[in-house]
């Protein structure tokens, strides 16, 4: 059984730092991309950032220069290093694994941040 487990949201001040962890397990084939991605009550999920097989990266235009992706293969897990958050960063934040030959998509339970003003 495939999981993905998040961790690492909260409560932060605006301007302040955070640091999610997205840790799978009891995937056996080939991974096509990991990402982040964040809904807010009433609206659609969203990419945040996402990383491939080869270690190219992909950013919202709305974080990009403050968010980094990464991934520590030997621990199975993807991270998101979140700086100088700001108040619209507030959401619940997913994280997606896709792989295979048939590209399935398996997600995470969330973890929520807010960032107050």
């Known amino acids: 059984q495939v999981q993905l487990v998040e961790s690492g949201g909260g409560l932060v001040q605006a301007g302040g730092s955070l640091r999610l962890s997205c840790a799978h397990s009891?995937?056996?084939?080939?991974?096509?991309?990991m990402g982040w991605y964040r809904q807010v009550p009433g609206k659609q999920r969203d990419l945040v950032a996402s990383?491939?097989?080869?270690?190219?990266?992909n950013y919202a235009d709305s974080v990009q220069g403050r968010f980094t992706i990464s991934r520590d293969n030997a621990k199975n897990t993807v991270y998101l290093q979140m700086n100088s958050l700001k108040p619209e960063d507030t959401a619940v934040y997913y994280c997606?694994?896709?792989?295979?030959?048939?590209?399935?998509?398996?997600w995470g339970q969330g973890t929520q941040v807010t960032v107050s003003s």
């Open positions: 990383i491939t097989l080869g270690g190219r990266t």
């Open positions: 009891g995937y056996a084939f080939s991974i096509n991309f």
């Open positions: 997606r694994l896709n792989g295979g030959m048939d590209r399935r998509n398996y």
